[in-house]
Every structure is written in C-alpha cells, then in structure tokens.
C-alpha cells in the first residue's frame, strides 16, 4: 500500500514520554490510515526519519483485522521525502 503523512500528532504516553499518532491518506484520497510510533520501541529508528507531513511511502501493511490501523512494524519504503 502506498500512502502521504498528512498529520502527526505528538500525545503523552502513560508510560513515560510522548508516542505520535501519524496519519496518512492513499493517493486517491479515498481512505485515512494511521499508525501509532513509540520512541522506546525498536522500530522507532526506522520511523524517526520519515515523519515529516507530505512524506510519501510504500509498502505499508495494514494491522491483520483492522482496516485503517497501518503496521509500524511494516518494512516502507520511501517515495517522496518532504523535510
């Protein structure tokens, strides 16, 4: 799945810090998705490059049984970076 960063939001974890909701929309603006980033997590080094809105990335897998949560664990590749 390909889809753009449209929106990051930076919110206070329960368990100390901050974790991000970003959002994403596909190319044809049919369908908002979003992940949930933790930094204390092992894919966060991945994700912390990227996370600028208009960022564009490919081959984002969906949680199995959710449609719009995308995996953080997905293995993207980027199509676009906006910095």
């Not at 190319?27 to 204390?40: G, I, M, T, V």
């Not at 208009?54 to 199509?79: E, R």
Request: aromatic residues 14%; proline residues 2%.
């Amino acid at each position: 799945m390909i889809a753009t960063i449209i929106k990051i939001q930076r919110k206070k974890s329960r368990y100390g810090g901050y974790f991000y909701y970003v959002f994403f929309s596909t190319p044809d603006r049919k369908k908002s998705l979003f992940s949930c980033l933790y930094p204390k997590l092992r894919n966060w080094q991945r994700w912390k490059h990227v996370m600028n809105i208009g960022t564009t990335l490919t081959n984002l897998k969906l949680v199995k049984g959710k449609d719009k949560l995308i995996d953080a664990d997905s293995k993207f590749v980027v199509v676009t970076e906006n910095e």
